[in-house]
Every structure is written in structure tokens, then in C-alpha cells.
């Protein structure tokens, strides 16, 4: 059954991004002040059944390979940006569920946001990513070849991997951790890049659970 919810919220001190937390409703769309945020439907996810008993980082990369959070919903947070919201004054809140949810746990939360890089040299076996604490969710810049740069400023050199973004997405992104094999059959490398060898240059995001 279609229905109807409009509520109020103050706007969250300092910052950071805002974002409403949709996680226990079903499917419909939602606008804050007027503005329309979008379409949600967290009532659609994968199969429960779709990850691996257990997983080993080591040999060969494939996408399927040591898949995670099945079974939860693909998105569950929607950004709100602070130019749709009234700074000193109330916000309005309006949903339409076209079928399924529980509006009482919509939440407005805001998060914390992390840019983080890595620069490791092919010679070595495996990098070990963390987001301490923090879930990597965007993979800003990724080459694996003889790119150039410091941390924050990277370049892409004149060899460089095809596979240099999937294999990172397919293995870390929606995880706190992860273990990349610094091979070049994981991104699968041209045969040489030179004398200097192939390095791999990375600069992600990292995102804490929303408070």
C-alpha cells in the first residue's frame, strides 16, 4: 500500500556530510525541504548464500573471489547535501514507501570521511590495506605500472595495467581490510615497464558508520 510520511529534523552541528539512513525501509522515494534526494530500495539484495565459507586472498585474482555482505541491501545511506538544509531552523522530511519499511528507524546521521593512499613496489608479495576503522568505499586513483606522484598527487606513467581499478574495487572496497597480490596477473600487467620495474599508486576513501 502506498503511503505518505512527513516529518522534521534539526541540521547535525559541524561539517560533515549528512545522510539519511534508509536501511529498514522498503522502496519509494524521499525529498528533504523540497529537494529530492532520490530513489531508495533497500528492500533489494542479493542472495544470503552468495559468499565464499572461507577465503584466501593468495593465487590467481577473479572477481567472484572472496566476495563479502550478502545478503544486505547495495545502499543504505543517502547523501543530503547542507545546501538543501536550513542551518538555524527545522527541516522538513517527506517519504513515499510504495511498499515494505519500518519509517519509525529512519535516521539522520552524519559521517566521517578519510583519504587515504599506498605506494608499493611489485618486489613485494602482498599490500595489506586498512581504513582503520573506517570502511573503504571509493577508489579515487589506482595504477599499477610506472606512474609518478607523492601522496594526494598522482599520475598515470606511459604503462599501466587495464586492470588496475577492478582489481582493487572487486577486492577491497565495502571492507575495513583486504590483502592485494601484487602480481601481474592480478592486474593483469603488460610483460615489462621497464628497468625501474612496476609499482602500484593508490588513493582511496574510507567511511565510518554514521552517528
Not at 8 to 15: I, L, N, P, Q, R
Amino acid at each position: 500500500m502506498f503511503t505518505w510520511y512527513r516529518t522534521s529534523f534539526d541540521t547535525s552541528a559541524g561539517e560533515g556530510p549528512v545522510v539519511l539512513n534508509l536501511e529498514d525501509m522498503g522502496k519509494g522515494t524521499a525529498w528533504v525541504n523540497i529537494n529530492n534526494i532520490g530513489r531508495y530500495w533497500t528492500s533489494y539484495f542479493s542472495d544470503k548464500n552468495g559468499c565464499d565459507s572461507s577465503c584466501d586472498y593468495r593465487g590467481p585474482y577473479y572477481k567472484s573471489k572472496c566476495m563479502t555482505n550478502y545478503g544486505t541491501p547495495s545502499q543504505k545511506w543517502y547523501h543530503v547535501p547542507r545546501s538543501f538544509l536550513d542551518k538555524h531552523g527545522k527541516n522538513n522530511l517527506v517519504l513515499f514507501k510504495e511498499f515494505r519499511g519500518n519509517s519509525e528507524n529512519v535516521r539522520v546521521q552524519t559521517v566521517s570521511l578519510a583519504n587515504m593512499c599506498a605506494i608499493a613496489k611489485e618486489g613485494n608479495t602482498t599490500l595489506d590495506l586498512s581504513g582503520q576503522g573506517k570502511t573503504m568505499t571509493h577508489i579515487n586513483f589506482a595504477s599499477f605500472g610506472n606512474p609518478t606522484g607523492v601522496f594526494g598527487e598522482f599520475n598515470k606513467g606511459s604503462c599501466e595495467s587495464p586492470n588496475s581499478v577492478p582489481a582493487i574495487q572487486d577486492t577491497c572496497i565495502g571492507k575495513e581490510s583486504c590483502s592485494i597480490d601484487l602480481s601481474s596477473k592480478t592486474f593483469k600487467a603488460t610483460p615489462s615497464c621497464g628497468s625501474k620495474g612496476r609499482q602500484l599508486l593508490l588513493k582511496f576513501y574510507a567511511i565510518d558508520d554514521a552517528t
